[in-house]
């Protein structure tokens, strides 16, 4: 029975599911993330250190352990299963700044005449290798959210800290390289949210940016319901129907920008990841991707002590995925990849199917069921 199931298994993901040996045949240079604390393998962790031995009274965020390795969850994020399956290395934007222009010593921050600032002077270290410049945090604007908000890099500084050191290298960018951009969840997490079309615009500001200096590839992922995450369930209906509401709103501009982005910028490859559907799926058939709670979070938020069973829960904490959900999302991803083939012989390129995130739904929960019996 149990090589029956593995045969199964196995085929389901062939089939419909990009496998590594397979995801190697998308054949990308390097990997470029933009975006908040859902893609963040470790940056704002590494600047709240260092601001720390600085300053004391500054939290390290997050706090490590429980989180894992300065990422937001209980284990790798979905850009680390993304990058090993591309068998690409991608490091944390503040793994490769400086303290200072032209200086050799390398350091997360800079020291200005108003206190510390995230560093993003790179002598040129971004133009040549795979970089993660999503901050935690950080909003599709200038900056952030939260009492350190005007701290944080948002899209509209990370972008510029790219094309900056390209700038200052007298380089492109790499036309065959995966540039990633996933923004706006914080956005809508203020006591006065914008306009939807404002974050977006900002999206594609941050994306235009990107092409002008020679990027051809993107992907670009929608929001989730931000009113039915962990954190949402705790306020009112009516803030939370509010924020679900903010949620379809942006997707809908953020896919009618795409489709004209596509129609008029020559020779993009321009990718869309529904988020959206897919949470929706998770939650309304949450066993068959291996879950039995959706709605709580593993981690207790008061005392930081961890569920037993984290891999049964989508939610680490209020607003982020255990490592099983990124895995879900990355595998998701993987999926919009490699249907990019076929899309490129339609004008406007589809993303993933509601059926083909079903497929990925009853394919990791056998992985999950496997793995429990061997």
Known sequence: MKNAITAFGFSLFS?????????????????????????????LFNISKASNQLNPTIPITPQSPPYFQGRFSNGPIWVDYLADALDIEVKPSTDLSVVLPESPILSPITITPDGPRVSFFFNGATTNQSVNFAFGGSQAGLA???????????????????????????????????????????????????NPNQVVSNIQTALNSLYNFGARNFLVLNLPDLGKIPQSLRLDSVLSSGLTDLSEQHNSVLDSTLNVLRQSLPDINLISVDQYDLFNQVLTNPGNFGFTNVTETCLDGTTFIACANPDEFLFWDGFHP?????????????????????????????????????????????????????
């Open 15 to 43: 089939l419909m599911l990009p496998s590594e040996a397979r995801a190697y045949d998308l054949d990308f240079s390097n990997l470029y993330v933009f975006g908040d604390s859902l893609s963040d393998s470790g940056n």
């Open 144 to 194: 952030g959210l939260g009492e350190f908000g005007a701290l944080l890099p948002g899209l509209l500084t990370q972008v510029p800290g790219f094309t900056n050191d390209l700038i200052l290298s007298d380089q492109m960018a790499d036309p065959n390289a995966l540039y990633i951009l996933w923004s706006g969840a914080n956005d809508y997490q203020s006591a006065d949210p914008p």
């Open 322 to 374: 255990t490592t099983a959900g990124h895995q879900i999302i990355a595998e998701s991803t993987l999926a919009a990849l490699k249907s990019q083939d076929k899309a490129k012989t339609k004008s406007v390129p589809e993303p993933v199917s509601s059926a083909s995130l079903g497929v990925i739904g009853l394919a990791w929960l056998l992985r999950k069921q496997l793995n429990k019996s061997c």
